[in-house]
């Protein structure tokens, strides 16, 4: 059993400091929606069978630890008391669907969701109480769609913002930075912090009129949070050129001009070409960029302090690479992988550079651009 090899590498002391936390624990597979739904136990299964082989988590820069379940209290940071209720009531007898559309739950859902707002939590402590450089919360159920009284897009509860929340309590804190990656928009993310300049939100995203119907280049915050909300929608099928430009001429300026005292990333990998759900073109090596660039401003920035959180990607195939070269970056050691996405249409690149430019538009408004 896959679970029970990785155990063996869960520590529950440690005699030396590493540089990155991986949070995991193997009852993260409990949560069940289905033999044929996307977010499948399979995920975190392909993720550790390759952190295994590959040897990162015995190079002694990476601790894999294990996270406790968060309290109620801990979840009523962004969710309605009812609503938390009701999501352990729909596990309690038996689970089924939470929503609208395909966010399934079943019977040890609850629990393991808890486990990992858990691990989110955990790895914003270990950075902040400098334990850790950066901390990676492999978790699942993700989170970003998931709103104060509502489940969405597989999540139960919003990991990411929970942890922000939380952090926001802490003396000081108040430039909290979350970058969102996820090939979708995570609605539930920018909603819970649309009005606070606490909190800057900037996703980059597929066109999100089908899904999840929030992210469009006007969408900027209200009240002290006007500005401080970014959405990038890329057409369908981009690939890493626009990606990258974006990033390079939108993302880390503002970032910059933010200088946030922690990077929270929305890690999805379903931005990946390979992904059977979402509908972007781009590489392994175009997150590794996008990412690099990350911990570049963190170093810069906030003494290195970034923490990634667990959202989307279901390709099999390419889940597990993607999140051992994230972790390898993360620690500083070296990983091979090897990716080029296909080649992107004309009309595709045209529209993107107009989106590029519609959004440095809209946001020069509140930065320097
Ligand atoms: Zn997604």
Known sequence: MLGESSAKYILKGRSRMAKTAVLYTPKYLNHDPGPTHPESPKRLEAVMEELNHSGLLEAGECSLIEPKRASIDDLKLVHEPDYIQLVEGYCASGGGLLDLGDTTVSPRSFETARLAVGGALEAVNLVMNKRFENAFALVRPPGHHAGPYYAMGFCLFNNIAIAATHLLKGLNTNRILIVDIDAHHGNATQEIFYDTNRVLYISLHQDPTEFPGTGFIDETGKGDGLGYTV???????????????????????????????????????????????????????????????????????????????????????????????????????????????????????????????????????????
């Not at 990258?244 to 990333?265: S, W």
């Not at 990983?335 to 430019?357: C, F, H, M, T, W």
Request: overall charge positive.
């Open 231 to 369: 959405n990038i929608p890329f057409p369908f099928r981009i690939n890493d050129q626009a990606y990258l430009k974006a990033v390079n001429q939108i993302v880390v300026p503002i970032i910059q001009q933010y200088r946030p005292q922690i990077i929270l990333v929305s890690l999805g990998f379903d931005g990946h070409y390979t992904d059977p759900i979402a509908s972007l073109s781009l590489s392994a090596s175009c997150y590794l960029e996008t990412f690099s660039n990350m911990l570049n401003l963190a170093s810069q920035f906030c003494t290195g302090k970034l923490v990634a959180v667990l959202e989307g990607g279901y390709s099999l195939d390419y889940i597990g690479k993607m999140a051992a070269a994230i972790v390898a970056k993360m620690a500083g050691v070296s990983y091979a992988l090897r990716d080029k996405a296909p080649a992107v249409s004309g009309q595709v690149r045209k529209q993107a550079e107009n989106v590029i430019k519609e959004v440095r538009t809209v946001q020069s408004s509140f930065w320097d651009l």
